[in-house]
């Protein structure tokens, strides 16, 4: 159980284009999703705290306007970088959080923008 | 705001001995400390957790301890095996908002 996924698993895009990485928790509901990145050899970054229904609490330094969130059900969070640049290029990995503690992750999306 | 402290950054030993991966933190509000383990572009795995109102938690060859008066924890691995290798996360949460602080990380090496 507590499985979550993640799509695409990798994307190429070209400068100034959007992309959108879904997250869903496949056998469960979750109360909280959370959104990180993390660059090569490095700690996760939580970039967003997403409540389904709420709008997206967003950590400071992140631009709320370039990386979407919606959060629209209680198993699916999407997370849309809009006009992509190449220090966008990262690992990218959602969380979902059922009830309590524990957070499950998803496998993550390798983004590369050319 | 929470921060973790998680050392070391490398820890390298002999197949067979064991390993010891030790995080402070802060807050002292904080009361669930999960540990996970990465492998090269996977994604984090929980290995063990354990909340403030417990001092030791045991899982086969993995244990957790937590000493809340001086606001640290610690994984011990032991009869390391060659799939132990791979990238170890302490992290600290809180009920508010359970948002997970991480640490920076530690590269687990086992050696043959």
């Known amino acids: 159980g507590a499985v979550v996924s993640q799509h695409p698993s990798w994307v190429i895009c070209k400068s100034g284009t959007s992309v959108k990485i879904e997250c869903r928790s496949l056998?469960?509901?979750?109360?909280?999703m959370f959104w990180y990145r993390q660059f090569p050899k490095q700690s996760l970054m939580l970039m967003a705290t997403?409540?389904?229904?709420?709008?997206?609490?967003?950590e400071q330094g992140v631009e709320k306007d370039k990386f979407l969130i919606n959060h629209a059900s209680l198993t699916l969070s999407t997370l849309t970088v809009t006009s992509a640049h190449p220090e966008d290029s990262s690992f990218y990995i959602c969380?979902?959080?059922?009830?309590?503690?524990?957070?499950?992750f998803g496998p993550g999306t390798r983004l590369t923008v050319t | 705001g929470e921060n973790v402290e998680q050392h070391p950054s490398t820890l390298s030993v002999q197949e067979g001995d064991s390993a010891v991966i030790k995080c402070t933190y802060s807050?002292?509000?904080?009361?669930?400390f999960p540990w996970y383990k990465q492998e090269l572009g996977k994604r984090p795995q929980l290995i063990i957790d354990?909340?403030?109102n417990v001092g030791e938690k045991k899982d086969q060859r993995i244990a957790v301890t937590l000493n809340k008066t001086a606001k640290h924890f610690s994984l011990h691995i032991t009869e390391t095996q060659p799939e132990d290798s791979a990238v170890y996360f302490c992290?600290?949460?809180?009920?508010?908002?359970?948002?997970?602080?991480w640490g920076a990380g530690t590269k687990l090496i086992i050696k043959p």
């Open positions: 969380s979902a959080r059922p009830t309590g503690d524990e957070q499950y």
């Open positions: 997403s409540n389904e229904g709420s709008k997206a609490t967003y």
């Open positions: 992290a600290a949460s809180k009920g508010s908002n359970y948002q997970l602080i």
């Open positions: 807050d002292s509000a904080s009361n669930y």
């Open positions: 354990i909340r403030s």
């Open positions: 056998d469960f509901q979750a109360t909280t």
